[in-house]
């Protein structure tokens, strides 16, 4: 079974200072993971994904999101945070020949002035 | 290119009415997922379908939720005799291609916010 955690139901850092938003993943298989963002009242906006290759994985609004197989991570992060940044943000797996994606309970930032 | 559209965007039932939300895919697709968002929860995979098929329903309750995806029209998702406990926001989000291939990515809609008084 596939399954995803998202440790921390909040976190919070001051604009300008680089943020980390973590997720771990359990799957049975090659992983196919991904960050997407929400905004109040609007549905999910994808970020990036990770498929195979570079471990480093850049995507929208300057995140970027580092797979580490051996810990079984995802971790989404951003050099210097902004206060737009500030959303819901959910990490999903899903496994090759799996018919749906999984998601996390989703990490609340905000990013303070 | 409209994106995954939902209707409607607030919907209101009092106790023991059906709900019906629909979901018009993006363009060329043909798999459409249902997930529901409860306050300060994440998201919970509901269903997913292909045209005229639904391919996992893992994780619709067992009565009064049913989805179908038909040939022609909306994705639907009903809920017969709501209750409280269904108010939530349900997404719908669409993607181009098969389970199989893993990498793609899902386009979702802005919800229905459902709301039983």
């Known amino acids: 079974a596939q399954s995803v955690a998202q440790p921390e139901d909040q976190v919070n850092v001051a604009e300008g200072n680089p943020l980390t938003v973590k997720c771990t993943y359990s799957?049975?298989?090659?992983?196919?993971l991904f960050w997407y963002v929400q905004y109040p009242n609007r549905g999910l906006q994808f970020l990036l994904k990770y498929i195979t290759g570079d471990n480093l994985v850049k995507g929208s609004y300057g995140f970027e999101a580092e797979f580490n197989k051996s810990q079984t991570s995802f971790h989404l992060k951003k050099p210097s945070a902004l206060v737009s940044d500030s959303a819901l943000y959910f990490c999903?797996?899903?496994?090759?020949?799996?018919?749906?994606?999984?998601f996390g309970p989703g990490t609340r930032l905000s990013v303070l002035p | 290119n409209a994106g995954v559209m939902q209707n409607p965007r607030h919907l209101v039932r009092r106790r023991g009415q059906e709900a019906r939300l629909r979901c018009s895919p993006m363009?060329?697709?043909?798999?459409v997922y249902w997930y529901r968002q409860l306050p300060e929860e994440g998201l919970k995979f509901m269903v997913y379908l292909q045209k005229e098929n639904i391919i996992d329903e893992s994780g619709m309750p067992k009565e009064r939720f049913s989805a179908e995806f038909p040939k022609e029209g909306p994705s639907i998702l009903r809920i017969q005799q709501v209750v409280r406990g269904d108010s939530a926001a349900y997404f719908c989000a669409s993607s181009p291609n098969s389970a199989g291939t893993g990498y793609e990515k899902l386009f979702f809609g802005s919800g229905t916010q459902l709301s039983v008084l």
């Open positions: 999903a797996v899903r496994a090759l020949g799996s018919q749906n994606f999984v």
């Open positions: 799957v049975s298989g090659n992983p196919y």
């Open positions: 363009k060329g697709h043909s798999h």
